[in-house]
């Protein structure tokens, strides 16, 4: 869930320096329960992904979709491609609301499934139905005027989301690997933001990647935004298919 390697970045401390949190099962009434502890409008919920290809395996899906997880092993070929994608980028430093996303450097080791989830609900459409003085809330307002490096702090300083995932990580239906555990898994989330751009957001990346943009009506499951985002993103790491999705969307109740 995340990578052991030393900081890609600079800024950050190596592995073995950093908090670790227990891997989150994608599991989603484990994911829809610790959003909404940490502040997201019981209006929304996760739900699986069962095909990015099937119109009618998508239906199933309550629209419009706001954000899209991606839960997938790390392969050679992912991390060739990463690599060298990341190359030719600077790292980010965007700050302040002005900015069409609010993005997350990762730090805590084995807490993408959580990085995920916080870029669903604190960016795109999502965002507006975050509570008022909630945890997710407090995040938002004092992580957006700071920088990355500043911004990672405020996630690894914060104990009522450590106890929120904490509490969640526990409760899966398999056995939960320790916080220190290597674990290959890793998450990646794609959201439509403000500005009608499709994002991709990742903590181990050099910061948020705008895939290209969105018409009016498209959300994160329409087949511009499926084509763009989730489709090419397997394109790149090698046609590896073992992965799986969530979606973030209205509830069902």
Not at 43 to 72: E, G, K, N, W
Not at 117 to 138: C, M, W, Y
Not at 152 to 157: F, G, I, Y
Not at 204 to 215: F, I, S, V
Request: glycine residues 8%; aromatic residues 6%; charged residues 25%.
């Amino acid at each position: 869930m995340a990578s052991n390697e030393a900081d890609p970045h600079g800024g950050v401390p190596a592995a073995s320096d950093r908090p670790a949190f227990i891997p989150l099962e994608a599991n989603p009434e484990l994911m829809t329960s610790l959003l909404h502890k940490l502040g997201l409008s019981t209006s929304l919920q996760v739900h699986d992904v069962y095909s990015l290809t099937d119109p009618d395996m998508l239906a199933f899906i309550p629209r419009p979709a706001l954000a899209l997880l991606m839960v997938f092993p790390v392969s050679a070929a992912y991390e060739s491609a990463r690599l060298a994608e990341d190359s030719l980028l600077e790292d980010y430093s965007g700050k302040g609301p002005q900015e069409p996303v609010l993005w997350f450097r990762q730090t805590i080791r084995n807490a993408c499934g959580l990085m995920g989830l916080l870029h669903a609900a604190i960016n795109g459409p999502a965002r507006q139905l975050v509570e008022e003085g909630s945890t997710l809330d407090k995040i938002m307002k004092d992580a957006t005027p700071l920088d990355p490096v500043a911004r990672a702090r405020v996630l690894e300083t914060n104990s009522e989301l450590a106890n929120a995932h904490k509490s969640a990580a526990t409760q899966g239906d398999t056995e939960a690997p320790a916080a220190t555990d290597d674990v290959d898994l890793h998450y990646v989330c794609f959201v439509k933001a403000e500005d009608g751009g499709l994002w991709e957001l990742d903590g181990r990346r050099k910061g948020p990647l705008k895939r290209g943009e969105l018409g009016k009506d498209d959300d994160v499951l329409s087949q511009a935004a499926l084509t763009l985002g989730p489709l090419k993103f397997l394109e790149r790491g090698g046609g590896d298919l073992r992965f799986s999705c969530v979606a973030l969307a209205g509830s069902f109740d």
